[in-house]
């Protein structure tokens, strides 16, 4: 521990003024690299401003009162043993220095931040670094501009139009400085694309670096969708992928500088093929011993002809009904009868190992509105209820409008902090709902006689029940669609429940949502510190009639905590964050003095040698990171490695 300390330190003095090299204007923009032309607003999909008209209460209303009554011991139905960290990230590979941060010296601090609220909840975060960027990555001794990570858009051969990759070691070891402050667990993914010649080194060198907090490395990426990609030929089958995903295992075998063989999830399909199609060929059992999971990945819908011409066309507003109901979760888990069963008789878990609202960047004005925070909540819960072990919400580029964080294009850096989307608030409840015991199973309470307005789950410990979810997807500003679950316990009901609400006017509302009275605020307003005053409900029960009524706005979601030992397992003590108060005096901020000894051995103005043209504040910075944001990162990285020893006491 304490040498893990001394190195976080070492990293945090180690002030390298690095320079990523700014490519061209691209449809799937990677975060940075569109040029903002003013302080307020990007034009980038990310923060797009439309507001979609709510669908109006539905006709006829849901039941505004209805009993919820749970049973205690040995109860029918409940999921598997779910963790804490169930509700995690899938980053895209190209974006990872800017969501990360630059390298293992340059964290980036609102992404600590975001991580150290999930941690304090479900005790760790799972995160995947991959997507289609990860089938042609290649891992380097170094770049041409000594960034960590670079690409090559004149080697795209895709309808995605996603560029081939370069890295260094240095987004590796950025993870493990990650996982030292805020206990992330990660994914990663061995390229796919040359099977003849495999690049097993991302394999080799995060085995070594990350050790344990590697958890699971994908073999293929959509591997039903190659021959449509151009990728494989027409004839491509289920049947192939398992001879590839062979090929690999052999490789990996033969590789001494790979001393777990055991961490390779497949198939990860799209839905071109079923998983039934890759079971049959023998997959999970001929190679279960070199397997950590079976995966999936599965959007519910696309968005593919705007950003590309191709499929259906579709409209965010006529989709919008579509995500607020019950069934929408369901209807995705029905995609894979008998899946989740599968893996457990194989003794494997089964992921979603990538997902959001929808592929090809999402709808403006429902991927980021409060309705998609009710529908992730609801969607990641009936997962846990289904038996899937984890589901990773994906984060693009700055132009798809799903993003549960996007960090500000680098031009704006200086002065502008992240912007938090609606997703991130449904992984914060999820978390709380799960608690960190990682033993919480989930049962879909089939609520209010199951109308799918109004759906409920119940989080069980020990046989017990310990907390109550229930939503309300209705918007209704006369306030005559709020209900009133009457939730009753065998046995005898506690004096009185806490209860944490997510809230907002209306489920198109696109920002300032409050989880608890507290909020991460409009675009560009974030560190990833929750603000404002925590306020929990305290709501009396009546024991002589076994009832605790709870009310739930529409729109909106309750969490009801059963017992005091259930909020403070779910929320334990504040959160360690890290500051990002500390600003260069480029725009009249506060200023750090630093010692003019670092400064004699720091880049210092060189750094500006490479400067980005723009129309932002003052001097243009690195494309890298502004040398402001750098220092709040600095300090952070610092105030965490000083906290370490509390964390890893904690895991």
């Not at 055991?262 to 079923?274: E, H, R, T, Y």
Request: hydrophobic share 35%; with cysteine; net charge negative.
């Amino acid at each position: 521990m304490h040498l893990l300390l001394v190195h976080s330190l070492f990293f945090s003095f180690g002030l390298v003024q690095a320079a990523v090299t700014a490519y061209g204007p691209h449809v799937q923009s990677p975060f940075g690299t569109t040029t903002a032309a003013s302080a307020s607003y990007t034009g980038s999909a990310s923060y797009d401003r439309t507001v979609l008209q709510p669908p109006p209460p539905p006709n006829p209303p849901p039941p505004t009162q209805f009993n919820v009554d749970l049973q205690t011991g040995d109860v029918s139905g409940v999921s598997i043993q779910q963790q804490g960290s169930f509700f995690g990230f899938s980053i895209e590979f190209s974006v990872t220095t800017q969501v990360l941060g630059l390298n293992s010296s340059f964290l980036q601090v609102p992404f600590l931040n975001l991580m150290a609220n999930l941690r304090q909840r479900g005790g760790s975060v799972r995160v995947r670094v991959g997507g289609n960027t990860q089938e042609t990555a290649t891992l380097v001794a170094s770049t041409p501009d000594g960034a960590a990570l670079e690409k090559d858009y004149a080697g795209i051969t895709n309808p995605t139009a996603t560029p081939p990759l370069v890295f260094t070691n240095e987004i590796i070891k950025m993870m493990a400085e990650i996982s030292a402050l805020t206990n992330v667990y990660w994914y990663m993914g061995v390229p796919f694309n040359d099977t003849q010649h495999w690049r097993l080194q991302i394999a080799e060198v995060g085995e070594a670096m990350l050790g344990d907090y590697l958890i699971g490395l994908q073999g293929g990426n959509e591997p039903d969708l190659y021959s449509r990609h151009g990728h494989r030929p027409d004839s491509y089958s289920p049947q192939d992928y398992t001879n590839e995903f062979g090929l690999l295992i052999d490789a990996m075998n033969a590789d001494s500088n790979i001393p777990n063989k055991n961490l390779l999830i497949g198939p990860n399909l799209a839905g071109v093929w079923s998983p039934t199609d890759i079971w049959e060929t023998g997959f999970a059992t001929d190679y279960n011993q070199n397997l950590a999971a079976l995966g999936v990945e599965r959007y519910p819908t696309d968005n593919c002809y705007a950003q590309f011409g191709i499929g259906t066309p579709r409209s965010g507003q006529e989709m919008f009904p579509t995500f607020l109901t019950h069934q929408a979760g369901k209807n995705i888990v029905a995609e894979f009868p008998g899946a989740p069963a599968y893996a457990q008789s194989v003794g494997k878990p089964f992921i979603m190992s990538e997902t959001n609202t929808a592929s090809c960047g999402g709808f403006p004005g429902l991927s980021d509105s409060f309705g998609a925070a009710l529908w992730g909540i609801d969607y990641a819960l009936q997962l846990a209820y289904s038996n899937f072990s984890t589901v990773l919400f994906h984060v693009g580029g700055q132009s798809v409008y799903y993003n549960p964080f996007t960090p500000p294009v680098r031009n704006q850096s200086t002065y502008q902090q992240w912007t938090i989307g609606p997703v991130y608030y449904s992984a914060l409840v999820v978390a709380e709902a799960l608690g960190s015991s990682n033993i919480a199973q989930v049962l879909d309470l089939q609520a209010n006689d199951g109308n799918d307005y109004t759906p409920g789950y119940a989080i069980y410990e020990n046989g017990q029940p310990v907390r109550v979810a229930l939503t309300n997807f209705v918007t209704d500003p006369d306030g005559d669609s709020d209900y009133t679950a009457s939730i009753s316990i065998g046995g005898t009901v506690p004096a009185q429940v806490q209860v944490k609400y997510l809230l907002a006017n209306s489920v198109s509302e696109l920002y300032n949502f409050t989880w608890a009275g507290q909020t991460f605020g409009g675009p560009f307003s974030s560190d990833g510190r929750l603000n404002g005053t925590l306020d929990i409900q305290t709501i009396p029960c009546d024991q002589i009639n076994n009832v605790c009524q709870v009310k739930v706005p529409a729109p909106g979601f309750a969490l009801v905590f059963l017992t005091n030992n259930a909020l403070s397992e779910s929320d334990q003590t504040s959160t360690m964050t890290f500051p990002t108060t500390a600003y260069t005096n480029l725009h009249g901020g506060p200023t750090i003095t630093i010692d003019p000894s670092v400064l004699a051995t720091s880049n210092g103005e060189k750094g500006f040698a490479n400067a980005l043209a723009g129309t932002s504040k003052g001097r243009q910075m690195s494309n890298a990171l502004g040398f402001a944001q750098a220092l709040p990162s600095l300090v952070g990285v610092m105030a965490g490695a000083l906290m370490i020893g509390r964390l890893a006491f904690m895991r």
